[in-house]
């Protein structure tokens, strides 16, 4: 039963009438809380864990007692409060199609802890996960940093039914509960991995850890990716306005979602043509026009349009399939050579020497990409003087790997900041003028235990963009365009050798 911190006659709302809870959060749309009255500083009756907008919203608006109940937190109606931000769209934003005027989901949205222990003994339908989160409120403001909490705009109120979801969402979330539940008992909660699912996924949290059975396993909970939410967020708005259209779908049936998971899914379209050469599939797929000097990336896309049956005038393949919308899944092509070393690097967006000098690293673009991105890796190897479709891996990077781009992040973003990106001029054996630079290479990533570098995102060094401070050796405002990229062992070793 929810206890509140003030007498039920004092609230404002019924909490046993779930409309008039509706009504009394929508209320906050477009004020904040302040409006409302809530105050930075509370009554000391009301105890507010003040870096955090749930807690505001939760004691000091609805004066709900903080707690870790495995109840909702409305119980009576079996509703769950949950709190969200959403971030201004910069422009840059390539994985998300923006939202109310331009704005997309800030992070995954917590469901309450995971226990290792008691989820062994449950079955979905009656799962301490879906008793808490059956039905859904969600308050969401716009973030910005230098603004209190209760000062921030409240532009989305919106609700999450589990039983009126699509039913192959559900489906998909109980099947990815289920995977979670088995990977606890077969693998160990110690090697649990976010990415073992799309939608719904065991995300870590805080320092403390759970014995499960002889280990001692980090403390998760469970989330719905930002992907996923960002999607239904997006749906919801396009149902208001009268312009949802579904998208097609990748499973055909709710049994098939059930028994495979969306790699097994790819994996079987794909299965069929592994170990054929490039020159063969061209034939196979009757792919006309494709020059030899075309990229592995433009044929890997042509091969996975004829294999899913993708128009042609399609460009955006990752938001063509509902499945890959919400699981935020882009391709990539890598060629490796007879060893399984890429034959190159593989490259990310380029991004602007401005936008890496003003972000923090916490809502940083990279950080996103690699924290909230599937990754699509086909394999073509160079064999025997051809080029065969190897290997196909839905990939993401581990959470301990995205710490370790940091470094790098964070070692670029400095020497910018310093003004120090060239260090001198070089001339090759062929009177070729280039540039020795600061910038965090291949082999400082190495010496960072970095698993990422930088280096140029165009063949042209005139392709420049404005820099925030001018650089000291050139006497530059502008340079070259550049991007991050993953390094070539990295991609060998933990992808392509890695067992999926």
């Known amino acids: 039963m929810t206890e509140f911190l003030k007498p039920l006659k004092e609230l404002k709302y019924d909490s046993y009438d779930i409309k008039s809870i509706l009504n009394h959060a929508n209320l906050l749309l477009d004020k904040n809380l302040r409006e409302m009255g809530v105050q930075e500083g509370p009554p000391k009756n009301i105890k507010i864990d003040k870096g955090d907008f749930g807690s505001y919203v939760e004691q000091g608006y609805f004066f709900i007692v903080k707690n870790n109940s495995k109840e909702p937190d409305f119980s009576e109606v079996g509703l769950e409060l949950k709190t969200g931000s959403f971030l201004k769209a910069t422009g840059r934003e390539t994985k998300y199609h923006s939202i109310l005027d331009g704005y997309i989901v800030k992070e995954d949205m917590a469901l309450g802890s995971l226990n290792f222990k008691t989820i062994k003994s449950e079955v979905f339908e009656t799962s301490s996960f879906l008793t808490k989160n059956q039905h859904i409120l969600f308050v969401f403001n716009i973030f910005t940093r230098e603004i209190h909490h209760v000062d921030r705009k ?39 991995s976010q990415g073992d699912t799309e939608y719904l996924q065991a995300k870590t949290s805080g320092k403390g850890g759970q014995t499960n059975t002889a280990e001692k396993a980090k403390s998760r909970k469970h989330v719905f990716s930002k992907s996923f939410m960002h999607e239904y967020f997006r749906n919801l708005e396009l149902q208001r306005t009268g312009k949802y259209k ?3 779908r990748l499973f055909s049936t709710l049994d098939e979602v059930s028994k495979l998971s969306l790699q097994d899914k790819i994996l079987e379209k794909f299965s069929p043509y592994l170990d054929k050469s490039d020159k063969e599939l061209i034939k196979i797929f009757r792919i006309k026009n494709f020059k030899s000097k075309q990229s592995h990336a433009d044929l890997a896309k042509l091969i996975t349009k004829f294999l899913f049956d993708i128009p042609e005038d399609v460009k955006d393949i990752s938001s063509y399939f509902d499945e890959f919308s ?24 380029g991004f602007k020497w401005v936008d890496l000098c003003e972000e923090e690293w916490e809502v940083s673009d990279l950080k996103d990409l690699f924290e909230t991105t599937k990754f699509l890796f086909v394999f073509f190897q160079e064999i025997d003087n051809d080029i065969i479709l190897k290997k196909t891996v839905l990939w993401n990077m581990p959470e301990e790997d995205v710490k370790k781009t940091e470094a790098v992040w964070k070692y670029a973003r400095d020497i910018v900041n310093k003004g120090i990106i060239v260090k001198k001029y070089k001339t090759n054996k062929n009177n070729e003028i ?26 042209k060094i005139t392709d420049t963009n404005p820099l925030p401070v001018q650089d000291k050796f050139t006497k530059a405002y502008e340079y070259t365009n550049y991007s991050f990229w993953l390094n070539s062992t990295y991609v060998k070793n933990e992808i392509f050798l890695k067992e999926n």
């Open 434 to 459: 280039s540039r020795d630079t600061n910038l965090p290479g291949a082999k400082i990533s190495q010496k960072l235990n970095s698993i990422v570098h930088v280096r140029p995102h165009t063949s």
């Open 154 to 192: 409240i532009n989305f109120i919106a609700t999450l039914k589990f039983s009126d979801l699509d039913p192959f969402d559900q489906a998909k979330i109980k099947k990815e509960w289920e995977t979670i539940k088995n990977n606890i008992e077969t693998k160990g909660a110690n090697n649990l």
């Open 246 to 248: 579904q998208k097609r």
């Open 326 to 349: 919400k699981s935020n899944i882009k391709i990539k092509a890598v060629v490796l050579d007879k060893n399984s070393t890429p034959t190159q690097a593989t490259s990310f967006p």
